[in-house]
């Protein structure tokens, strides 16, 4: 008799576990880490490159949107290369200690704790990129003498309302 009072919730639990045992196996969405910008991301010694994107109407040239930030104490170049084979072109940004840069950003320099300072730069343009809208093109980014990151960076056409004025 004992045993027919508990089979209603053997089963009610048999149901519960199988049910619920998708959780203890399936990976969880928000322990996933991605980027929520359009643009891409890259690390080289100090110097951390955020929300990388290159906007351009015609895939010929175009203008380097990001932002770059220096952790360490010591000023930092930055190295930027794009292109392939013979057609390899590169650009550099000083990145002060401490401090951020944002090319494109209309922000006005400010400091925010005493020590770091953001400041925002115009765009670096791009040309000969060969990449049309819509496309990822190489860019290389090395800070100093630290090993530098290679990523696919998008490049993204002016439709955007927020985009438009940096189509060259």
Do not use: H, W
């Not at 399936?26 to 929300?51: F, H, K, L, M």
């Not at 010929?60 to 013979?86: H, M, R």
């Not at 190489?138 to 990523?151: H, S, T």
């Amino acid at each position: 008799m004992k045993s027919r009072r508990l089979a209603p919730f053997a089963v009610i639990a048999a149901v519960l576990i199988g049910t619920t045992g998708c959780n203890l196996t399936a990976p969880q969405a928000t322990t996933i880490q991605y980027q929520p910008a359009e643009g891409i991301n890259a690390d080289s010694g100090y110097i951390e490159v955020r929300n990388a994107v290159v906007v351009s109407e015609d895939g010929v040239e175009g203008n380097l949107l990001g932002a770059f930030i220096n952790q360490g104490e010591d000023p930092q170049i930055v190295t930027i290369q794009y292109g392939e084979g013979a057609g390899i072109a590169t650009e550099t940004i000083r990145i002060p200690a401490l401090s951020s840069v944002s090319l494109g950003a209309d922000v006005p320099s400010s400091a925010t704790d005493g020590e770091s300072v953001l400041f925002d730069a115009e765009p670096i343009l791009l040309t000969d990129i060969d990449t049309p809208p819509g496309a990822t093109m190489p860019v290389y980014f090395q800070a100093g003498d630290a090993e530098g990151e290679l990523v696919q960076v998008p490049v993204l056409d002016g439709q955007l309302d927020y985009l438009a004025p940096f189509v060259p």
